[in-house]
């Protein structure tokens, strides 16, 4: 039957990409609200990744790990909002299918790594905690650049899987996907090729790089809050938890948001609910992440002066030779 109908339809070349409906005028405020998400999360992430380079006293695994981060957002955003915010302007919503597999890969990738580098940072933190006396031994430079190493080699691996996959499928049916970007689930409806090897190798990266990171940064928490509990001293437990409350609320908004996209039944009710939940994960979670890192982190604070008086010294220096 699916051989029939391969022979009855030619394969598709483009996708169109529902959004957000097709007012005018909703669309262009839309564009305007997603240009300034997009340009304040660059600016807030290369902000962080230029603070973490310039100031020593951030040299340590915390904020390698949250420079990584940062980097990883800025491309993570870059691979959804440019094409939408084009949609957006010109009214012009159809992505080629090669376009939509390419999308979808680097986004994926972005996605995979992320788990495992909130994974690691759930660990470092864990160790500052619970073993700090251990904590240099342990958390050297060496296994910051492994872990990170290993994150991004699983994410495009895994990920260069799939898309080999999905590049065997035929797109020969209904062209529309109801989204905003290009992702896995949607992609698969459309096809109208047998699906069931993919959904089997979908289900093994599933366990690979979600359930195992996901055990791995609850399991760190777990262990992390035990501990803060136990310490007798106020200051302590207050100091102890403000080391960890900023990364702790970056994981819920992550995960959380994530869980509620993916387990809802995909219900035409629940369908665009999900796409709004999306806008989370996607767009608003690199947007939040340099606050959320910066609004009560007194290294942060010290390291953006260090960078100002540098600035202005040579500023002076600058202006004195001419």
Request: hydrophobic content about 50%.
């Amino acid at each position: 039957m699916l051989a029939s109908e391969k022979g009855n339809h030619s394969d598709i070349v483009e996708f169109i990409l529902l959004g957000f409906g097709n007012s005018a005028q909703l669309q262009f405020m839309l564009f305007l609200l997603f240009l300034l998400i997009y340009l304040v999360t660059i600016t807030g992430n290369v902000l962080i990744i230029v603070l973490i380079v310039a100031a020593p006293c951030l040299h340590t695994p915390m904020y390698f790990f949250l420079g990584n981060l940062s980097c990883l957002e800025t491309c993570y955003t870059s691979s959804i909002l440019p094409k939408m915010l084009t949609s957006l302007l010109t009214g012009k919503a159809t992505i080629t299918v090669s376009q939509c597999l390419t999308q979808y890969y680097f986004f994926g990738s972005f996605v995979t790594v992320e788990t495992y580098l909130l994974a690691a940072m759930s660990y470092d933190r864990y160790l500052a905690i619970c073993r700090p006396f251990l904590y240099g031994l342990i958390m050297s430079k060496k296994l910051c650049v492994y872990l990170m190493a290993g994150s991004w080699l699983n994410g495009l691996v895994a990920n260069g899987i799939i898309l080999l996959l999905l590049s065997q499928l035929s797109f020969c049916g209904p062209n529309i996907i109801d989204h905003y970007f290009c992702d896995l689930n949607p992609l698969e409806k459309l096809s109208c090729t047998d699906t069931s090897f993919l959904e089997l190798i979908l289900s093994f990266f599933s366990i690979i790089d979600a359930v195992v990171p996901f055990i791995l940064t609850f399991t760190s928490y777990i262990c992390i809050i035990i501990a803060i509990i136990k310490i007798k001293s106020s200051t302590g437990r207050q100091k102890a938890f403000s080391n960890c409350s900023s990364h702790l609320m970056v994981v819920s908004l992550f995960y959380g948001t994530i869980i509620i996209v993916y387990m809802l039944p995909d219900t035409p009710t629940l369908r665009y609910l999900n796409k709004l939940f999306s806008i989370f994960y996607t767009i608003l979670t690199p947007l939040v992440n340099p606050i959320i890192y910066t609004l009560r982190n007194k290294d942060v604070h010290k390291a953006l002066g260090l960078v100002r008086k540098k600035l202005r010294i040579f500023g002076r220096s600058y202006f004195f030779c001419l």
